[in-house]
């Protein structure tokens, strides 16, 4: 069953549910498997990052990952400017402005000065909600409290980022007001990634059912009854319950594997910016 993703007026889907973030460096098997295992549990948006890899062979693996996400509806962002011959791009708090001229534009973002930056993002990611083992040191988190006023305060969808490891986690993003999360540990390190993705999924289904956001990224303010969830609701029960057929694995991907082998640059998606802490890089190359 192809999964409806939330739109805002004037634009068309934007990333919703679980989002997984890319990093053949901590997963558990080649990085197309893994990507296939999270598509079967229920994830329909991938970012890519993979920002050490020649451009040549990132955009090789951004084909391969979107034929995957293909066979279930499924959508996939690149980390950066450069789209990889695709439409979709997430960037970092640091630039560009404005945004490349592409289908879909998404941007990191860590405090409400970062917010007030925007001009034709169609979506935000905020970060860190809780301590991450990805970007340790970076914060301090915001806490579904802190996420729930940046959300009151932005003009667009708001994925929650950052430490996101259990469904419990994830469940109190979205009642934060939170259209998804986007994780990267908690599937890239998985023993089951499908397993892991279908929990996390689940979470936010039961979660979004429960609740009755009155704007879309919003904090929620009604109660909804099980009969009647909301369209966001929906996105999420679909995702949970759908009988979509395991993606196929490349054959290639169980040779060449995209195993870890060059340290990958860090980057916003899972960072905190501000002062006294980290900031992302400007140079050419960098998201």
């Known amino acids: ?9 004037g634009t068309g889907r934007i990333p919703s549910g679980v989002v997984l973030l890319t990093d053949r460096r901590v997963a558990r098997r080649p990085l197309v498997e893994v990507v296939a295992g999270a598509v079967a549990g229920g994830v329909r948006w991938v970012v890519l990052r993979e920002k050490d890899l020649p451009r040549v062979e990132r955009a090789a693996l951004a084909a391969r990952l979107r034929a995957v996400l293909a066979e279930a509806g499924g959508s996939l962002v690149v980390a950066g400017p450069d789209p990889l011959d695709g439409d979709a791009v997430h960037l970092p708090a640091a630039g560009p402005y404005p945004p490349p001229a592409v289908g879909l534009v998404g941007r990191s973002c860590h405090d409400e000065a970062e917010l007030a930056r925007l001009t034709t993002e169609d979506y935000v990611t905020l970060s860190p909600v809780f301590p991450t083992r990805t970007k340790p040191g970076y914060g301090p988190p915001l806490l579904p409290d802190g996420l729930r006023e940046l959300i009151g305060r932005g003009p667009v969808p708001v994925l929650a980022l950052g430490g996101i490891e259990t469904p419990e986690q994830a469940g109190a993003c979205v009642e934060a007001g939170a259209v998804g999360v986007a994780v990267l540990g908690a599937i890239m390190r998985a023993d089951d990634p499908a397993a892991s993705a279908a929990a996390l999924t689940r979470a936010l289904a039961d979660t979004t059912t429960a609740t009755s956001p009155t704007t879309l990224g919003r904090a929620s303010t009604a109660a909804a009854t ?43 998606l899972t960072a905190r910016s501000g002062h006294g802490r980290p900031q992302p890089p400007t140079g050419r190359g960098q998201q």
């Open 1 to 9: 069953m192809a999964v409806a993703d939330p739109v805002r007026p």
């Open 226 to 268: 099980a009969a009647s969830p909301t369209p966001l609701g929906r996105t999420f029960e679909e995702a949970a319950t759908s009988e979509t057929p395991t993606p196929r694995v490349p054959a290639d991907a169980r040779t060449t594997g995209l195993r870890p082998t060059v340290p990958t640059q860090g980057s916003s």
